[in-house]
């Protein structure tokens, strides 16, 4: 890929207007959500898309997430069911992508999609996410805007570390509150199934449906796209993990989370503590640039403590497991 410059610029106004501009010209726009920073390209436009799949070095079989301002846009992209409506009622704006059948006709195109009949669609609640898709007034496919198999990022400079000189332009929106990316339901034929665990926990989707989440039929096997997150070692650091740590060895660096300490733990190379205070909200928005800081530390391995499975914690074990996969 021949280097192109990017520009970065703060969330303001005009940043907000040449996002739109850019991504009208079928250019690459990195911007906030509340979950990670997405990056965006025109959803009608293939070429555009075929861009951004080079710029990440995303296996194209991997289906994009379009991103509208609105539930009245992502109806006119594809069909709802009751409990789509349900979810969209309860969780729009907000950290949830459903998957829904197509509508026919739908102008996403075929490569951001796939070859799927069924298209992910989410609708952010960041702010400056808000404003460029309502300055842009069309769908705007963005995958996390990291190089595909890195950590997701959570800061601008975490989007510059991946990918200056690949995409045109950055709009810096501060760090991300969630930081995990969104929760994935496919509400096709039959239950609602769960394809991702993300920024809203389990529980309270379920407690709008009123039912439990189907689990996919087929997880992680297959390299199918139907389940989403497929690579096993998606979301990599460079250092290995070694997870449920219950004592820290000679020269690795230390992920912890909450009050209590562990044996070696004073010897660790560097320690973060995702949320003294046993947070898993916090620790959610802390996963991604914690990895990374630990990262930089230069251990060969990161021990992880133990994070409890409820609420947010399911998707931040799900991160964990996939960083912690070997290697393909
Ligand atoms: O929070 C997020 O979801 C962020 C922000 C930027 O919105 N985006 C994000 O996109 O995480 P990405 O591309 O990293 O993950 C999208 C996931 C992929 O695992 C993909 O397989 C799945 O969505 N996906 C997309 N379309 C699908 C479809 N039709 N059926 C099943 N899975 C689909
Ligand atoms: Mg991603």
Redesign the pocket.
């Given at each position: 890929m021949e280097a192109i410059e990017t520009r970065i610029e703060p969330a303001d106004d005009a940043a907000v207007a040449e996002a739109a501009r850019i991504l009208r010209a079928g250019g690459l726009v990195a911007f906030p959500?509340e979950?990670?920073?997405?990056l965006g390209a025109d959803a009608t436009q293939g070429a555009a898309i075929a861009r951004l799949y080079a710029a990440k070095g995303r296996p194209a079989f991997?289906?994009?997430?379009a991103?509208v301002a609105a539930a009245a846009e992502a109806r006119a992209l594809a069909v709802f069911n009751a409990a789509a409506e349900r979810l969209a009622a309860a969780f729009w704006p907000g950290?949830l992508?459903l998957?829904l059948p197509k509508r026919h006709g739908c102008p996403v195109a075929e490569l951001a999609?796939?070859g799927?009949d069924?298209?992910?669609l989410?609708v952010?609640g960041h702010v400056v996410a808000q404003r460029i898709l309502r300055a842009f007034a069309g769908p705007v496919v963005?995958?996390?805007?990291n190089v595909s198999g890195h950590v997701?990022p959570t800061t601008a400079a975490h989007v510059l570390a991946d990918l200056s000189g690949r995409i045109d332009f950055v709009v810096d929106g501060g760090p991300t509150p969630v930081g995990l990316?969104?929760t994935?339901v496919?509400c096709l034929d039959g239950d609602p199934v769960l394809?991702?665990p993300?920024?809203i926990a389990r529980e309270r989707i379920e407690a709008v449906l009123g039912r439990p989440l189907a689990a996919p039929r087929r997880p992680e096997a297959e390299g199918a796209?139907?389940?989403?997150?497929?690579l096993a070692s998606h979301y990599a650091p460079r250092a290995r993990l070694r997870l449920a740590a219950t004592d820290v060895r000679p020269g690795e660096a230390l992920l912890a989370f909450g009050p209590a300490s562990l044996p070696g733990a004073a010897a660790a190379v560097a320690t973060l503590n995702l949320s003294p205070g046993g947070d898993l909200v916090e620790a959610a928005a802390n996963l991604f640039s914690f990895l990374r800081r630990l990262d930089a530390s230069g251990a060969e391995t990161i021990a992880v403590m133990p994070v409890p499975n409820h609420g947010l914690g399911e998707a931040i074990n799900d991160r964990l497991r996939r960083a912690a996969a070997p290697r393909p």
């Amino acid at each position: 890929m021949e280097a192109i410059e990017t520009r970065i610029e703060p969330a303001d106004d005009a940043a907000v207007a040449e996002a739109a501009r850019i991504l009208r010209a079928g250019g690459l726009v990195a911007f906030p959500t509340e979950t990670v920073y997405g990056l965006g390209a025109d959803a009608t436009q293939g070429a555009a898309i075929a861009r951004l799949y080079a710029a990440k070095g995303r296996p194209a079989f991997n289906p994009l997430i379009a991103h509208v301002a609105a539930a009245a846009e992502a109806r006119a992209l594809a069909v709802f069911n009751a409990a789509a409506e349900r979810l969209a009622a309860a969780f729009w704006p907000g950290p949830l992508t459903l998957v829904l059948p197509k509508r026919h006709g739908c102008p996403v195109a075929e490569l951001a999609t796939a070859g799927l009949d069924s298209i992910a669609l989410r609708v952010p609640g960041h702010v400056v996410a808000q404003r460029i898709l309502r300055a842009f007034a069309g769908p705007v496919v963005a995958p996390s805007a990291n190089v595909s198999g890195h950590v997701s990022p959570t800061t601008a400079a975490h989007v510059l570390a991946d990918l200056s000189g690949r995409i045109d332009f950055v709009v810096d929106g501060g760090p991300t509150p969630v930081g995990l990316e969104s929760t994935i339901v496919a509400c096709l034929d039959g239950d609602p199934v769960l394809l991702r665990p993300g920024g809203i926990a389990r529980e309270r989707i379920e407690a709008v449906l009123g039912r439990p989440l189907a689990a996919p039929r087929r997880p992680e096997a297959e390299g199918a796209p139907v389940a989403p997150g497929q690579l096993a070692s998606h979301y990599a650091p460079r250092a290995r993990l070694r997870l449920a740590a219950t004592d820290v060895r000679p020269g690795e660096a230390l992920l912890a989370f909450g009050p209590a300490s562990l044996p070696g733990a004073a010897a660790a190379v560097a320690t973060l503590n995702l949320s003294p205070g046993g947070d898993l909200v916090e620790a959610a928005a802390n996963l991604f640039s914690f990895l990374r800081r630990l990262d930089a530390s230069g251990a060969e391995t990161i021990a992880v403590m133990p994070v409890p499975n409820h609420g947010l914690g399911e998707a931040i074990n799900d991160r964990l497991r996939r960083a912690a996969a070997p290697r393909p």
